[in-house]
């Protein structure tokens, strides 16, 4: 917090969007999970928190899916079927649930003139799911105008490799890359991408998982206004 920059690039996954919860609710009901919205938050950030102490790169989930299903509460005899059932089901079109508080953060931010982007490890889906869910698009349109919506797939690389930022930091070219922030919920990924990059890191921790970390956390995108 308290948190000074000229512009924003985001992360998909965890900071705009999160695994459908009301898909994954009565998807691991059946396992004893809990189907609340709010416990299926909790578990993806607890599930990121595992993934970046396991350090696993984009396609390693096994950490993040065994955290998430206990975290919602399936039973321990059942922890390992059920995180089988959320991989295969956990699709990249499944990252459409917008969270509430980024939405707010957004349009605040856009009314300010803040200049935002987008830059995602995905599968050549995410400027089609963004919309879907209603959060914004690459230019103007019905929702958060981004100067720019970078897919990994499209553009053929992939954070943690630096590389990724140089497709949308031309569209920033007006600022000093420190002065540009990136918001991300992996610390291998995000933090480790933008760091190399030369931009400054954010990390969103909304339950402080990442307690004593030394880069900056925020709880929710609202933290930047
Ligand atoms: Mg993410």
């Known amino acids: 917090m308290g948190i000074d920059y000229d512009a924003i690039l985001f992360d998909a996954g ?4 999160l695994p459908d919860p009301t898909v994954l609710g009565p998807l691991l009901e059946p ?18 928190a595992a993934k970046s102490r396991e350090l696993e790169g984009e396609t390693e989930w096994d ?14 005899d059942l922890v390992d079927h059920a995180a089988v059932v959320l991989d295969h089901t956990r699709t990249a079109h499944l990252w459409r649930w917008a969270i509430p508080e980024t939405l707010t953060a957004l349009a605040a931010l856009a ?23 209603e959060i914004c698009q690459a230019g103007d349109g019905p929702c958060t ?17 630096p590389r990724i930022f140089d497709f949308a930091l031309p569209y920033f070219a007006e600022f000093e890359r420190d002065r540009i922030v990136y918001v991300g919920d992996s610390v291998v990924m995000d933090v480790g991408g933008a760091t190399a990059a030369g931009l400054t890191p954010v990390l969103i921790d909304p339950y402080d ?4 970390a030394d880069f900056a956390r925020i709880r929710a995108v609202t933290d930047l206004l």
């Open 31 to 48: 396992y004893g999970g809990e189907p609340s919205v709010e416990v299926h938050r909790r578990a993806h950030y607890a599930a990121m």
């Open 63 to 76: 950490s993040y899916n065994v955290t998430y299903v206990r975290t919602v509460g399936v039973r321990d």
């Open 145 to 161: 105008s981004m100067r720019v919506v970078i897919d990994s797939h499209v553009v053929g690389v992939a954070k943690p490799d």
């Open 209 to 212: 998982d990442h307690e004593g």
């Open 111 to 133: 009314e300010r003139g803040v200049p935002m982007g987008v830059v995602s490890n995905a599968s050549g889906q995410v400027e089609a799911a963004l919309a879907v869910a």
């Open 14 to 17: 965890g900071v705009l969007v």
